[in-house]
């Protein structure tokens, strides 16, 4: 659930109820909303060239969950899905945010931690696909370069 009050986004969830906390998410137009358990299993920067294509940045911060720890709460016929059940990019049809991916033949999400209205408790730890990344961006923090994903090891200094 979503509160607005004049254009400010009020979280849903508060931090002292970490244990069984939830996180509230929703898409540019507000047609689609979802709840995530906030128990993500990780985070990172993808610096492939599908995420840059399917958010028109220049990486993709995502947190992937078990995919019954993510429920829609809104929306459900306002879907857009590029892929099938094995694997996709899930979009609100009507404004065309990218609001998760369906990965690891259908079991896992990755959510676009952009669309998270509510803070995680998880910070994205590296940058992965480093070795396509967009020419014209520099990574700027210290976090893990890998060149691929993490189990193919980190860039060679
Ligand atoms: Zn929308
Ligand atoms: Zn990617």
């Not at 254009?7 to 047609?31: I, M, N």
């Not at 993500?40 to 019954?68: D, L, M, Q, V, W």
Request: hydrophobic share 35%.
């Amino acid at each position: 659930m979503l509160t607005v009050i004049a254009g400010k986004e009020e979280p849903v969830t508060k931090p002292e109820y970490a244990s069984d906390r939830k996180l509230a998410g929703r898409c540019l137009c507000g047609a689609v909303q979802y709840e995530v358990a906030d128990e993500f299993a990780y985070a990172a920067n993808c610096h492939c060239s599908n995420c840059r294509r399917t958010t028109g940045s220049a990486f993709k911060p995502f947190a992937g969950i078990g995919r019954e720890k993510l429920h829609l709460t809104k929306g459900d016929d306002k879907l857009m899905i590029f892929g099938d059940e094995s694997g996709n990019d899930t979009h609100c049809k009507l404004c065309g945010s990218l609001l998760y991916s369906l990965v690891r033949d259908g079991t896992f999400v990755h959510v676009a931690m952009g669309t998270l209205v509510d803070d995680p408790s998880i910070r994205p730890a590296q940058h992965i696909f480093v070795g396509s990344k967009a020419p014209w961006f520099t990574i700027t923090d210290d976090l893990p370069q890998y060149q691929e994903h993490v189990i193919a090891g980190p860039v060679s200094a």
